[in-house]
């Protein structure tokens, strides 16, 4: 297992257009959460999931945009009509959640970064 | 809402010195604390957590200590080296809890030769 992968890494789209990042956890994780990071800021919490159930929810996130987790592995985030305002970082992180795995840890992926034109 | 913060935006250090960046936190029911380093293009790391029932928590070359009575939090850097410099953010939430970390806006460390 090589980490959680994100994909795309970069994503440049044109204002009113949809977009959908994918985030492929550590295998092992139950949880998986989505992140929003803008220049110079800390990462905004957007949604989490426990297995295949989304538990939690930001009001950061709009209506536009939805997340899934069909199987309780991979996850996508589509956000639609994007704005430019929408421009930033979207990182995913997983982690192992239950009282024999530990500290609640949440390791990141590298980012997908969009870019609304 | 509540959330996490830090103290200073920027620190700048000469490699070898030793690197302190603190954090506040303002929700008393938080029990868990953590450090993410972020470098250019990537995502966050793990550094080092601590949990409330603690005061200091020593890991290679870094040392978290919490003070619950303040809430602060810090992180202390020894002999620091230029492969050091990013951006350090502290997070908080619950060991075990079904919410998750909230993350202050980061402290850039710069480590000059």
């Known amino acids: 297992d090589t980490g959680v992968s994100q994909d795309p890494r970069h994503k440049i789209t044109k204002r009113g257009q949809n977009v959908t990042f994918r985030c492929d956890p550590i295998s092992e994780h139950n949880r998986l959460y989505w992140y929003r990071q803008t220049l110079g800021q800390g990462p905004e919490f957007l949604t989490y999931?426990?297995?295949?159930?989304?538990?939690?929810k930001s009001r950061l996130l709009s209506d536009r945009f939805s997340a899934e987790r069909p199987k309780g592995s991979f996850s996508t985030l589509e956000i639609q009509r994007t704005e430019q305002g929408d421009s930033a970082m979207y990182l995913c992180?997983?982690?192992?959640?239950?009282?024999?795995?530990?500290?609640?840890?949440?390791?990141f992926g590298a980012g997908s970064r969009l870019t609304v034109l | 809402g509540e959330s996490v913060g830090l103290h200073l935006p920027t620190l700048s250090v000469q490699e070898g010195d030793n690197s302190i960046i603190n954090c506040a936190y303002s929700?008393?029911?938080?029990?868990?604390f953590i450090w993410y380093k972020q470098e250019s293009g990537k995502g966050p790391q793990f550094i080092i957590d601590i949990r409330s029932n603690m005061d200091k928590r020593q890991g290679q070359r870094v040392t978290v200590l919490l003070n619950k009575t303040v809430k602060h939090l810090s992180l202390q850097i020894a002999a620091t080296q230029p492969g050091d410099s990013a951006v350090y953010f502290c997070?908080?939430?619950?060991?075990?809890?079904?919410?998750?970390?909230?993350f202050g806006k980061g402290t850039t460390l710069s480590v000059s030769s």
């Open positions: 929700n008393s029911a938080s029990d868990y």
């Open positions: 999931f426990q297995n295949e159930a989304q538990l939690e």
């Open positions: 997070a908080e939430g619950g060991y075990q809890a079904g919410t998750a970390l909230i």
């Open positions: 992180a997983s982690s192992l959640s239950g009282l024999a795995s530990g500290a609640n840890v949440l390791t």
